[in-house]
Antibody
Framework: EVQLVESGGGLVQPGRSMKLSCAAS????????MAWVCQAPKKGLEWVAT????????YYRDSVKGRFTISRDNAKSTLYLQMDSLRSEDTATYYC??????????WGQGVMVTVSS | DIQMTQSPASLSASLGETVTIECLAS??????LAWYQQKPGKSPQLLIY???SLNDGVPSRFSGSGSGTQYSLKINSLQSEDVSIYFC?????????FGGGTKLELK
């Protein structure tokens, strides 16, 4: 059974950093591109970043470029999102998702990030 | 960026009814369209990809159609477990964008 389990969320002050992790199991992690997708409270979904199966390529939405870094450790089957210079508008639930045929076929349960002083 | 506009924003229907949700793209996305279902308090789940391909395990009462800029999700014989928010997503061009969602409730 495919499982994606996020961790590392919580309350953080504006301008500070936070690192999210996503532990994957039930599939061959290094065969798949992975992504982070966020959902602000009571709002829609927004793609954040994607990383290729081998970590050689990364892609970001404009609003997080230069502030967020997506990475992966295939030996540990774990995906990461390093979030720096956080802003109040980054407040959201962050989902880790497996990418297949350019859609997201499995999602984690999500982790809440609240940016507030 | 490609804008995805869903309609209606909310919908109330009775058990056994057929409902249709629409998604309009701001440009031709060549059937690169997915639908997701998000049940209350849960993470999204993939229903349909490439506009009309049903994901594994998704009941056959769900179907997708459309081309160009106009797409739709149809749910036949509405069940209580279908109460959810439904999102469309274009996967034609980055940034990959989602519609605003359609909240489906029971009448």
């Amino acid at each position: 059974e495919v499982q994606l389990v996020e961790s590392g969320g919580g309350l953080v002050q504006p301008g500070r950093s936070m690192k999210l992790s996503c532990a994957a199991s039930g599939f061959t992690f290094n065969n798949y591109d992975m992504a982070w997708v966020c959902q602000a409270p009571k709002k829609g979904l927004e793609w954040v970043a994607t990383i290729s199966y081998d970590g050689s390529s990364t892609y970001y939405r404009d609003s997080v470029k230069g502030r967020f870094t997506i990475s992966r450790d295939n030996a540990k089957s774990t995906l990461y999102l390093q979030m720096d210079s956080l802003r109040s508008e980054d407040t959201a639930t962050y989902y880790c998702a497996r990418r297949l045929r350019r859609v997201y076929d499995y999602w984690g349960q999500g982790v809440m990030v609240t940016v507030s002083s | 960026d490609i804008q995805m506009t869903q309609s209606p924003a909310s919908l109330s229907a009775s058990l056994g009814e057929t409902v249709t949700i629409e998604c309009l793209a701001s440009e031709d996305i060549y059937s690169n369209l997915a639908w997701y279902q998000q049940k209350p308090g849960k993470s999204p789940q993939l229903l349909i990809y490439y506009a009309n391909s049903l994901n594994d395990g998704v009941p056959s009462r769900f179907s997708g159609s459309g081309s160009g800029t106009q797409y739709s999700l149809k749910i036949n014989s509405l069940q209580s477990e279908d109460v959810s928010i439904y999102f469309c997503q274009q996967n034609y061009d980055s940034p990959w964008t989602f519609g605003g969602g359609t909240k489906l409730e029971l009448k």
